[in-house]
C-alpha cells in the first residue's frame, strides 16, 4: 500500500493536469444517483467524503464504501452509481484530467485521511478560487489542487503507519540533516532503539523505499544540485554529500542519474554564461 502512495506522487509528479470545476455536493438519504450509468464520466475525480456515506459502483462491479475521510482519485471514462446511505451524504468534488500519457485515468484509489481544520480550510480555498474569472483564479485553483493531492497522499500515508509515521518522519529529517555525514542503517535503527529490520520495514512501508536507498537518492540529489552550478569538481561534491572516495561517487552517481558526474559538471560550466 505505501507503494501505491508512492506511484500516486510519481504520477502527478511527472504528469502536468488541468484542472476543471470544484464542488462541494450533499445528496439525500436512501437514494440511488445512476446519472452516470448510462452516461459515464468524461474526467477524473477527487472526491472528498466530508459527512455521511455512500457506495461508490464503478460499472457496476467494482464498489467503495465511502466514509468521512475517505478521498478517491481517478474514475474517468467509467460508469458510475453512488448509492447514499440512511444519513445523506455530502463530499467536496475536484474534476481533472492529465494533460498526457502516464496517469491510468480509469483506475481508482482509495486513500484514508483525517479531516483536520488544514484540510478543511485547504478545500475551502479550491472553491473559492474555482469561483474567481481571471487567470489568477485558474492559477491558484491548480496550486491548490496540487497542495490538496500532496496533502491527502501525505495524510493517507501516516494513517497507514499509524504511530510508526512519527518514527519514520523524524528519521526522515535526520537523513536530510545529516545526509553528507557517514549514516549507516544499524545507527539509524539503533538511533530509534529499534532492530534494523523492523526499523527498515517501517520506512520503507511508509516512504516506499528502503531506508539507505533513501540516502543514497538524497545524496545524488543533492550532488546534482551542486554539479550543476559548474562552479565544484567531482571530488569536492563527493565529500560535501558523504563520500571519500570519487570513483565510488561517481559510480553511484552514474548508477541513479544515468550521467557521469563529471559531464555534468562540464555541460553546466559550458552553459554558464560569462
Known amino acids: 500500500m505505501a507503494n501505491r502512495y508512492e506511484q500516486l506522487a510519481k504520477q502527478f509528479a511527472n504528469v502536468p493536469v488541468t484542472v476543471y470545476g470544484v464542488y462541494q455536493t450533499a445528496l439525500e438519504a436512501n437514494h440511488i444517483y445512476s446519472g452516470h450509468v448510462d452516461n459515464p ?26 466514509s468521512p475521510g475517505t478521498v478517491l482519485l481517478g474514475g474517468a471514462e467509467r460508469r458510475l452509481e453512488i448509492a447514499v446511505g440512511g444519513g445523506g451524504f455530502e463530499y467536496c468534488l475536484v474534476h481533472y484530467l492529465p494533460d498526457r ?28 478560487a474555482a469561483a474567481e474569472p481571471d487567470y489568477m483564479g485558474e492559477l491558484e485553483k491548480k496550486a491548490l489542487f496540487y497542495q490538496l493531492v500532496v496533502t491527502v497522499i501525505h495524510a493517507g ?29 544499524a545507527g539509524l535503527s539503533e538511533r530509534y532503539k529499534l532492530k534494523p529490520k523492523y526499523f527498515s520495514y517501517l520506512f520503507q512501508k511508509y516512504t516506499g523505499t528502503a531506508p539507505i536507498d533513501y540516502l543514497i537518492s538524497y545524496r545524488m540529489n543533492r550532488a546534482q544540485e551542486w554539479l550543476m552550478t559548474g562552479q ?32 555534468l559538471g562540464l555541460q553546466a560550466r559550458r552553459n554558464c554564461p560569462s
Open 41 to 66: 464520466t468524461t474526467k477524473c475525480a477527487l472526491v472528498v467524503a466530508l459527512r455521511g456515506e455512500a457506495e461508490f459502483v464503478f460499472d457496476g462491479v467494482e464498489r467503495y464504501a465511502v
Open 101 to 128: 500519457e502516464g496517469i491510468d485515468k480509469r483506475d481508482v484509489a482509495k486513500l484514508s485521511v483525517q479531516l483536520e481544520p488544514e484540510l478543511i480550510r485547504l478545500l475551502g480555498k479550491l472553491s473559492s
Open 232 to 263: 565544484f569538481s567531482v571530488s569536492a561534491v563527493a565529500r560535501s554529500v558523504g563520500y571519500a572516495d570519487p570513483y565510488y561517487f561517481s559510480r553511484l552517481f552514474k548508477k541513479y542519474k544515468g550521467v557521469a558526474p563529471s559531464k
Open 157 to 185: 500515508r501516516r494513517q497507514l503507519s499509524g504511530e510508526s509515521y512519527t518514527v519514520v518522519e523524524d528519521a526522515i529529517v535526520y537523513i536530510q540533516a545529516h545526509y553528507m555525514e557517514g549514516l549507516t542503517l
